[in-house]
């Protein structure tokens, strides 16, 4: 999926001032359809802009035209003629005029929906009330620009900082398809006197909402599994840990599921730790490892003869009855294999080898 | 037989001699230092002899065979081989392709490599021919 990638800052006042640019339209429309690293990061705040929230009119005019020709290109197949792009683009910047006028009352009446719907609870009033203008602001600026990307990177930004306090895809799926009906309902009250306007305004609302739908659950959903991710990494940096223990001695404990990727990896971490610490003897001790197939233990057998290879002789320990088993059943030649039953029994074996003399002395801690 | 620059320089130290790879070495190569050395082993009465692969990225079947008959052709004039510097990933390609060193001795690095043959074949001092 897509990386964040710094970018330059999306201006919204800025773009408004260059309006016949017709690939923004384009551009915004495939930036939806992949959300590509071409995806702008304009500063998170942006969207709340006095600008733009208190000049409702400022996208009045041929600016408003070209502005919201995104929304009208995102409807169905049938390319909107001139004159219907034309009124598509008034209704928007009629649209968006009424969400900004009424901000404040919708913005509440979806607060309160969103209590009511016990979603986002593990946020303070103070935040909730934070958050929800600047979502509100972004969603009424996508209406407005047609542009994703401002949204696209708030969203990401907003998952980043909401993610590790536990809040789950459905709550801000959620939250958003509640604002989309608050917006929506306040759409049906305006226009209830007139069922054909009406009828036109939905048909400019409706895909422009769907599509701030869409792209706030990609971007949480990324960024979710970009944590994974990166935790994914961490553990498997962190369960292979190459440990020296005496001089040219080391140990490499693996605890958990060794699976062939993995195996990979202690191969490659114990060849260079035998390098770097010079070591003579390795000792690799499997007690926490609860299985191993035939292709992760020809890996293992494979292992030692490459430690052989660079001069460090390998002796693993703690193989349980079960993975003894296993390796008899499925035939792995293990005759050159040290084997020695548990740790400390290996470690005595690396000590006579590497001609250490570990004795107690008397009288120490005798009770 | 290839001429030229050779590209692994024999190094003579007292009864031990040292061949230092420089550089991938292809088949004939391989055959000239087999020859050059085993020939130098004999001139120089020595008994140990160490060859350095650590500036190698690859060894290919041909490489390490022609190793380990070095090492045979050795020990049948009298001298004791044990191969230093093999790379992480050049150990792990060659375990993986199923080919060791065939019983050669192998040890970290060229000070390894010598604490090796001088527990086992102690250096002496040698008087013969100067080396060309």
């Known amino acids: 999926m897509t990386e964040y990638q710094p970018g330059p800052a999306a201006d919204p006042a800025g773009r408004r001032g260059e309006q016949d640019t017709e690939p923004s339209a384009d551009a915004a429309w495939a930036a939806s359809l992949h959300p590509a690293p071409a995806a702008g990061v304009p500063d998170p705040n942006s969207a709340a802009n006095p600008n733009s929230a208190a000049n409702p009119n400022s996208t009045a005019g041929p600016d408003g035209f070209a502005a919201a020709q995104p929304p009208a290109a995102t409807g169905q197949p049938p390319a909107p003629s001139d004159s219907e792009q034309n009124a598509n683009a008034e209704l928007l910047t009629q649209l968006t005029a009424h969400l900004q006028q009424h901000r404040a009352k919708l913005r509440d009446q979806w607060a309160a929906r969103i209590r009511d719907a016990h979603l986002l609870e593990a946020m303070t009033a103070q935040e909730m009330a934070t958050e929800t203008s600047s979502v509100y602001d972004n969603y009424v600026e996508v209406l407005e620009t047609g542009s994703v990307e401002a949204l696209q990177h708030y969203a990401r930004d907003l998952s980043e900082r909401i993610i590790p306090r536990g809040v789950e895809t459905h709550e801000v799926v959620g939250i958003v398809l509640l604002l989309r009906d608050v917006l929506a309902r ?7 006197g007139n069922f054909a306007l009406l009828n036109r305004v939905l048909d400019a609302y409706e895909p422009a909402a769907n ?3 869409n792209t706030v659950a990609v971007s949480f959903v990324e960024e979710r ?10 553990i498997r940096e962190l369960s292979t840990p190459v440990l020296p ?8 404990p693996i605890i958990g599921v060794l699976d062939s990727e993995r195996a990979r990896q202690v191969t490659e971490q114990l060849l260079s730790g035998i390098r770097t610490h010079r070591a003579k003897v390795v000792v690799i001790d499997i007690t926490g ?13 494979q292992t030692v003869d490459a430690s052989r290879l660079m001069g460090a002789s390998v002796i693993i320990t703690g193989l349980s009855p079960t993975i003894a088993q296993t390796l008899v059943t499925i035939g792995v030649d293990l005759s050159k294999m040290n084997t ?6 290996g470690l005595e074996e690396a000590e ?16 | 037989m290839s001429s030229g620059p050779a590209l692994v320089s024999i190094l003579r130290q007292d009864s031990y001699l040292i061949a230092s790879v420089h550089t991938a070495l292809d088949d004939s190569e391989m055959i000239r230092l087999r020859n050059n050395l085993v020939e130098q082993i004999g001139r120089y009465r020595s008994n140990g002899v160490i060859i350095d692969v650590a500036a190698l990225d690859v060894l290919d079947s041909f490489g390490a065979k022609t190793l380990a008959t070095i090492a045979e052709m050795a020990r049948l004039r009298g001298a004791l081989t044990v191969i230093v510097g093999i790379q992480p ?5 060659m375990v993986q392709l199923g080919m060791g060193t065939a019983g050669v001795p192998t040890a970290l690095d060229l000070e390894e490599g010598l604490a090796y043959l001088n527990a086992r074949v102690p250096r002496r001092p040698v008087r013969g021919p100067l080396g060309d």
Do not use: W
């Open chain 1, 289 to 301: 490892a609860p299985d191993v197939d035939a292709t992760v233990a020809n890996h293992l057998v």
């Open chain 2, 89 to 93: 990933d050049v150990a792990f390609a």
């Open chain 1, 225 to 234: 599994e970009r944590v994974i991710r990166q935790q994914q990494d961490s």
């Open chain 1, 245 to 252: 223990v005496r001089e040219r001695l080391l140990i490499l």
């Open chain 1, 340 to 345: 020695i039953g548990d740790l400390q029994g």
């Open chain 1, 186 to 192: 306040s759409l049906f009250e305006k226009y209830q």
């Open chain 1, 352 to 367: 006579r080898l590497l001609g250490y003399n570990v004795t107690r002395q008397d009288g120490v801690n005798e009770t």
């Open chain 1, 211 to 213: 599509r701030i739908a």
